[in-house]
């Protein structure tokens, strides 16, 4: 699993706006639920796909606009994917899945 730092907020606009499909990982390292679920995601994730970690501690205000962009209210640790600019899925804690993003981004793709 390759990690992508997410570390601004016009590096979040730009990705709305440039990548296709990719996954934002929002992570408190001050807390265990949160380091679980990193250490799950990384044993577990093989989509090729970008992933970015947004370091909550540091970047408050990136996931602040995220909330706010995506209308997805702000959890940590929290995982959401985007496509063509829209989040299409989300989760928190210990319901993140590997599983479920595949199934949503298959179901998606079927809707083209």
Known sequence: MKWETL?????????????????????????AVSSMAK??????WDLDLPIYYLDLVRYRSVSNLIAERSHVIHESPQLIVY?????????????ISVTDVKEEL?????KK
Do not use: P, W
């Not at 570390?7 to 709305?16: M, T, Y």
């Not at 298959?106 to 079927?110: F, G, L, N, S, Y």
């Open 7 to 31: 570390d601004s907020e016009q590096q979040f606009l730009n990705l709305l706006e440039t990548e296709s499909v990719f996954a934002v990982f929002k992570h408190s390292t001050r807390c």
């Open 39 to 44: 250490n799950r995601l990384e044993r577990e």
């Open 83 to 95: 496509k063509n600019g829209k989040q299409i899925y989300n989760s928190s804690h210990s319901t």
């Open 106 to 110: 298959h179901e998606h793709a079927a």
